[in-house]
């Protein structure tokens, strides 16, 4: 079964990493790509420029994002009724207690730091097929 993963980053090395890391493990993931909040809003409401997207199984969700920041997007999709139920891994370098405290406050399901390396990465594509 294919898994549906919305990674919402705006850095593109990042990116590459988990782009890689899926391809390594030939996880049975599509992942989708959008690199700002405004972006991200479009997307997850099924917008004018993603109308006809794939409603994502799992969401990556960077904090530090031009525009909308990631709890702005988190805020949003946990108000949205289509998409409260979506299992959303805040996905940071951030290693702030406060963004923490924060992710989870806003009902966050997971609060990963991002690996150094493409181990890490792979490690974090494993343990998505898992969710």
């Known amino acids: 079964m294919q898994i549906e ?46 109308a006809d997207r794939t409603k994502p199984d799992v969401i990556l969700l960077d904090i530090n994002l031009p525009n909308r920041n990631g709890f702005e997007i988190l805020g949003l999709i946990r108000q949205e009724e289509d998409l409260r139920s979506i299992p959303v891994v805040v996905f940071t370098s951030s290693t702030s207690d406060v963004d923490k405290v924060k992710s989870y406050g806003l009902q966050a399901d997971y609060h990963v730091p991002k690996p150094i390396g493409l181990s890490g990465y792979i ?6 097929k898992e969710l």
């Not at 490690?123 to 998505?128: L, T």
């Open 5 to 50: 993963v919305l990674y919402i980053e705006d850095d593109p090395e990042d990116v590459l990493f988990t782009r890689k890391a899926i391809s390594e493990s030939r996880a049975p993931i599509n992942l989708s790509v959008v690199a700002d909040g405004d972006e991200a809003t479009d997307y997850l409401l099924a917008g004018e420029n993603h």
């Open 123 to 128: 490690d974090i594509v494993n343990w998505i």
